[in-house]
């Protein structure tokens, strides 16, 4: 009875919208939140939706809606759950929270598009039993890492970690781009390859190590070289793509297309001891910088050694492509905050770690140029 007196209390003091209302607020950037169970939601969400369960709302939540002034849209399936979901956002601080009355069966009921992710088999449950413990991935997280496509450019010493852990993750798909040789040399630091098959084109040698690793997750080989006429063809299937490649005129061309496709690209780059992450994605929903922000130009070669001129710690591309595997995986989910708008500074002699933030030149002849861009797949 007592639940029964504080919903009505709620329905009067509370902000109620229409389904219909709450799509056109999502259009125009509103975060939606879908507050039912996993097996709920298994049935499908509102297209683009964040999927918190009420049982994990405050602890997730600012994952999700870090700054408690931005509006907020909750629904539940009917519009009860919602209200109180509403109510207890209201009271952690967020101050512009509406309940979408009628919830799922309303936006259904009106036609309004619907995504469903698939269940995890008894297999991938054991596989990937401790992402299902934590809140900000769950089910319904592991489900979309296994639906994402996701293109990594280099074979080699960062593509080597970054390959590895998201194969582990359960990345649905892995393009691996790469027309490069194994030689003894790269064995110092490029993990994902043995001894036994120097002379192996390095993608058929990747591939042998991540299906042996992870036998579920598809690969795509490239043996290529990218350029400005293959690249977007290339990348124009993929949600993300990842620079591990070891010359400026790749990244520039990565940059660009990543750019003019509308996906995030995570950048990382060594030398002897120091390394550097960031995530670009210029007209993603935090609207950072593009590459070309932080370098407009190619610098002369003598500048830039590549690690065969210049050497490298061997252990250095584990930790820099950790991180931008890391960084990968929090895009993907769209959970904590990702590297954009910051450039992040490894020295291994010292082990210090330095954060510097990057803005969008307002001149950029590459982001600056594109617009509004529609492509926006990742994290939903």
Not at 11 to 22: F, H, N, P, Q
Not at 157 to 182: C, E, F, H, M
Not at 281 to 305: D, H, I, M, Q, V
Not at 355 to 380: F, K, M, W, Y
Request: one cysteine or more; hydrophobic letters at 40%; charged letters at 25%.
């Amino acid at each position: 009875m007592l639940s029964q007196e504080r919903l009505s209390r709620l329905r009067e003091s509370l902000s109620r919208i229409s389904v219909e209302e709450a799509r056109r607020k999502q259009k125009a950037g509103v975060k939606l939140i879908d507050v039912r169970e996993d097996e709920e939601t298994a049935k499908g969400s509102p297209v683009g939706a964040a999927r918190i369960s009420r049982s994990f709302l405050e602890l997730q939540i600012e994952n999700v809606a870090p700054d408690a002034d931005a509006e907020l849209m909750v629904l539940c399936a009917s519009g009860a759950r919602s209200l109180f979901a509403a109510d207890d956002l209201k009271r952690l601080g967020y101050s512009s929270v509406h309940s979408v009355d009628g919830g799922f069966q309303a936006w259904e009921a009106a036609g309004l598009p619907v995504e469903k992710h698939r269940q995890l088999s008894a297999a991938e449950k054991e596989r990937y039993a401790r992402h299902l413990r934590i809140p900000e991935v769950g089910a319904g997280g592991q489900a979309r890492l296994l639906s994402k496509k996701v293109a990594l450019v280099g074979a080699g010493g960062l593509g080597s970690p970054v390959a590895l852990y998201l194969a582990a993750a359960g990345i649905g798909t892995l393009g691996l781009i790469d027309n490069d040789r194994l030689e003894r040399s790269n064995l110092q630091r490029q993990i994902l390859h043995t001894d036994d098959r120097v002379g192996e084109l390095k993608i058929s040698s990747a591939a042998k190590s991540l299906q042996a690793f992870n036998p579920d997750i598809a690969l795509n080989l490239n043996e290529t070289r990218l350029n400005e006429d293959n690249a977007q063809e290339i990348l124009g299937d993929y949600d993300m793509v990842i620079d591990g490649s070891d010359n400026l005129a790749t990244r520039y061309v990565v940059s660009d297309a990543s750019t003019q496709l509308n996906i995030p690209m995570i950048y990382g780059a060594i030398s002897r001891f120091e390394g550097q992450v960031s995530a670009f994605w210029p007209n993603g929903p935090s609207r950072g910088p593009c590459y070309r922000c932080l370098f407009p130009e190619k610098p002369p070669a003598s500048l830039t050694p590549s690690c065969a001129e210049a050497g490298v710690l061997g252990v250095l591309p584990g930790v820099i492509g950790t991180i931008m595997a890391t960084e990968a995986i929090k895009i993907l989910l769209a959970i904590g905050e990702p590297l954009i708008g910051r450039l992040l500074i490894y020295n291994a002699l010292d082990c210090s770690f330095r954060n510097l933030e990057i803005a969008a030149n307002p001149h950029c002849n590459q982001c600056q140029s594109t617009g509004d861009l529609p492509r926006l797949r990742v994290g939903s």
